[in-house]
């Protein structure tokens, strides 16, 4: 079992920053990917980041390239999403998830787009940006 704990949400107002973290235990990190969702009333949950199990690629949402970046310290078992100018539609749970295929599939710098193919995942930390 793998258990995430996000952290790091609150309320900012727009152009504002925030990073949320992502803390791991319960399995090895460094053979996870990690990805960032997103889940705003009434839409899909949908990634924002990922980063893959090696950290030699990152893959970015349209909606937030430019804007948020992940990154993953292995020794401390934490993936963090950096955001900046933020905006009111990035408001949304933002949930931290793990993918443990690639590292049985032996795709090292792979990082999935579909929330399904992740296998675990935390409780969700509120971001609301304010106008």
């Known amino acids: 079992q793998v258990q995430l704990v996000e952290s790091g949400g609150g309320l900012v107002q727009a152009g504002g920053s925030l990073r949320l973290s992502c803390a791991a235990s319960g399995g090895t990190f460094s053979k996870y990917a990690m990805g960032w969702f997103r889940q705003a009333p009434g839409k899909e949950r949908e990634l924002v980041a990922g980063i893959s199990l090696n950290g030699a690629t990152t893959y970015y949402t349209d909606s937030g390239k430019g804007r948020f970046t992940i990154s993953r310290d292995n020794a401390k078992k934490t993936v963090y999403l950096q955001m900046n100018s933020l905006k009111p539609e990035d408001t949304a749970v933002y949930y931290c998830?793990?993918?443990?295929?690639?590292?049985?599939?032996?795709?090292?710098?792979?990082?999935?787009?579909?929330?399904?193919?992740?296998?675990?995942w935390g409780q969700g930390t509120q971001v609301t940006v304010s106008s």
């Open positions: 998830a793990a993918d443990l295929d690639p590292f049985y599939r032996g795709r090292y710098s792979f990082v999935s787009r579909m929330s399904a193919e992740y296998d675990y």
